[in-house]
């Protein structure tokens, strides 16, 4: 037992120690494990194969940055909230274009103790969940950095003539 106890120990530091740079000193985000509470927040489609962001998105929010997401502030978001985003490579039949096969999720997670990327934790995962190894500073937040007032936050509620629950 003792053995076996050791030898997670060993797998959980060389796990954490091996793809989370830039937030060594936090916790480290993992992938919800189902959308239960999350609200589809817009979609779009950057159909350029050369671009880093080549894909179908789909981003969702959960409930606790739901308030603070619906109203545009006050910000920062609240501790927790996470924004997700659902990646799929782009496939073409003729006129229409579709979801192909599932490419990438990334994440936001809310966290103070996140500094130097702006208090959110960011991640991408494989379509199987499994974190991919990055430096998420020049990788994600270089293009985040620059909405401070937003607090690094792109996305805003879609014109929708119904209104939002
Ligand atoms: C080339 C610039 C760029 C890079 C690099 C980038 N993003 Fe983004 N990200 C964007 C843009 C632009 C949007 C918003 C797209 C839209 O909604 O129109 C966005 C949206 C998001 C969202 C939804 C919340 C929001 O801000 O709207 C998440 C989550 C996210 N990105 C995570 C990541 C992660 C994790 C990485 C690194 C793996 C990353 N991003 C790298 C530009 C970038």
Not at 90 to 96: A, I, K, M, P, S
């Amino acid at each position: 037992m003792k053995n076996v106890c050791l030898l997670l120990g060993t797998i959980t530091l060389c796990f954490i120690h091996g793809w989370a740079p830039a937030w060594a000193d936090s916790s480290e985000p993992q992938l919800p494990k189902d959308l239960t509470g999350y609200r589809h927040i817009h979609s779009l489609v950057i159909n350029d194969k050369e671009s880093p962001l080549f894909g179908f998105h789909h981003f969702y929010i959960n409930e606790t940055g739901w308030e603070t997401f619906k109203n545009q502030g006050p910000f920062p978001y609240p501790e927790g909230t996470i924004f997700l985003g659902a990646v799929y490579k782009v496939e073409q039949d003729g006129e229409l274009y579709n979801e192909g096969s599932g490419a990438v999720y990334t994440m936001m997670k809310k966290d103070p103790a996140a500094a130097e990327t702006g208090g959110w934790l960011f991640a991408s995962f494989t379509p199987d969940g499994k974190p991919v190894e990055q430096d998420v500073k020049t990788g994600c937040f270089s293009c985040h950095q620059p909405l401070k007032d937003r607090d690094h936050v792109f996305s805003s509620p879609l014109n929708l003539s119904l209104p939002l629950p």
